[in-house]
Structure formats: C-alpha cells, structure tokens
C-alpha cells in the first residue's frame, strides 16, 4: 500500500498524464431536517448530524487532492428528497456516489445490542430493474444494449467499491466490526436510478453503550472518515492505472480491439 503522499503524487503524474477529468464523488449524508434518523444519547443530536460531519470531513481531507471532485448532496440540515438526491449526483457527472449512515438495533435484535458497520449495494432483482430502465430510455436497440451492458458493469463496480470501503472501514475500525456487505435487509431505494456505481455504508450502530459515543467523538468522527477518504484514493487510483477494461466505457461504435466479455452480475456479497 502506498503512503498517502506517495499515492498523491502518483495520481497527480497519472491525472496529468492521461488528461483525465476529475474523479467525481457524490457523498449523500443521510437524513436531515424533519428525516433524523437514529436518536444518540445526546439531546438533540440524532443521526442526520453524524452523516453531515463525517461527510464534511471526507470532503475536507480531500481537498486539493489531484484529480478529485468531492459534492455534497446534502450540504445542510435540510430534507433532501432521493430522487433530487439521485439527480445531484447525476448532474455532477459523479463516478461514485457513498450514501453515508449511522445504525441502531431493532426491537427486535434489542436496543443497544448489536454493534459494527456494513455496507450494502443493490440487490440482483433491482439490478434487473435498472438494467431494464437504461434499455427504455434507449433510443434504438443498439443503444438499449449498451445502455444495458452499462447497467450491470454498473452494479459490478458497485460491488467493487463496496469491498474497497470494507477493506479500509475493517483496517480502521477493526475486523471484529464487519458485519459484511449485503443486497438486502434495507430499503436501498436512494442506490436507485443513479448512472454510477453505488454504496451505502452504516458505519456502527449509535445505540451501542461503547460504539456509539466512540461514533459521536471528534476521533471517531475522524477515524470513519479518514477510512472513506482511503477508499476513495484507492479507487481513482485504481481508475487512473487503468485496471478498467476500456472496452466497458466506449459507447457503440467507438470501441477498438475485440468485443469485451459481458459483464457478469452482481454476485458473491456476505449475507
């Protein structure tokens, strides 16, 4: 792995290189305004602030990062509905979007009973519903098949961002926290109708009598964050290298070489 300012001078020199655009990333905190979300222990701090924190301080430490983007889909305790949550993040041109949250345990599971973070993407059955989306707004049957193609390269990148945001959020919080990344068991209607890859992450549970004041802390605060700030570099670092196919981003007949391998569904996350 490379020290951060090492891998901030490779990606300056590759950025440069390539003359690639930004690596834009749409961070959704959840909730906000009358949407709190999960109560804490402290009066009137609830979830929607949590998310905005951390949110502001992934956008702080990359800043000034080379070839980096960062946009806020919500930048204030406001409601912001999921679709206009969906649109902001497709207006940016976003190549991922990270919809940060915060847990607590059902009634269920028992207040205060469960602990650790997790990570979910799309199911196959919404993945299918995207894929079948994309080839409507096609205007002929070559770019519905293209448009389809994307989807499901889409939903596979989703996946592999989701393991990056595992690797870091495990190495920084302990892996005796990783609860794993999941398809289901969550209402994942805001990974919908976006035109990138896409992640939700719960970065613990607030009800915990030990991870939730850790999570409301300045260093936990901090700890999280820097974590998905590392996830993020690795993944346009790893754009920036090339490890993409590129015959999976050109568009119908701008393709060069052999036609690319389709690509395969979403598969293979921890239940």
């Given amino acids: 792995m ?13 950025a440069a290189a390539s003359g690639a655009p930004p690596f834009v990333v749409a961070l959704d905190p959840g909730h906000g305004g009358s ?33 980096l983007k960062i946009v806020l889909c919500r930048s204030d305790d406001v409601l912001v509905p999921i679709r206009a949550r969906a649109r902001c993040a497709n207006q940016a041109g976003a190549r991922l979007f ?11 599971q028992g207040p205060g ?20 989306r994309a080839a409507l707004l096609a205007d002929d ?3 519905a098949a293209w448009a389809a193609h994307r989807a499901r390269t889409t939903a596979a990148d989703s996946l592999a961002a989701a393991r990056r945001i595992r690797w870091r959020l495990s190495d920084a919080l302990g892996s005796d926290r990783d609860r794993g990344i999941k398809q289901a068991w969550a209402t994942l209607d805001i990974l919908q109708g976006l035109d990138m890859p896409a992640v939700l992450v719960e970065v613990g549970f607030l009800d915990h009598a030990e991870e939730g004041p850790f999570l409301l802390s300045e260093q936990g605060k901090k700890t999280v964050a820097a974590a998905l700030a590392g996830a993020i570099t690795d993944l346009r670092s790893r754009e920036l290298r090339g490890q993409r196919d590129p015959m999976t981003t050109a568009p119908p ?17 921890r239940p």
């Fill in 113 to 132: 009973s469960q602990r650790g973070f997790e990570i979910f993407v799309l199911p196959a059955e919404d993945v299918d519903q995207e894929v079948a």
């Fill in 253 to 269: 007949g701008q393709r060069r070489g052999p036609a690319a391998a389709p690509a395969s569904n979403v598969s293979g996350a």
């Fill in 141 to 143: 049957d070559a770019q």
């Fill in 98 to 108: 990270l919809s940060i949250h915060a847990n607590a345990a059902s009634a269920e």
């Fill in 35 to 67: 949407n709190r979300g999960a109560p804490t222990a402290k009066p009137e701090q609830y979830e929607k602030h949590l998310t905005l924190e951390i949110a502001r301080l992934v956008q702080r430490r990359l800043q000034g990062e080379p070839g």
């Fill in 2 to 14: 490379f020290h951060s300012s090492a891998a901030s001078i490779l990606c300056a020199f590759l």
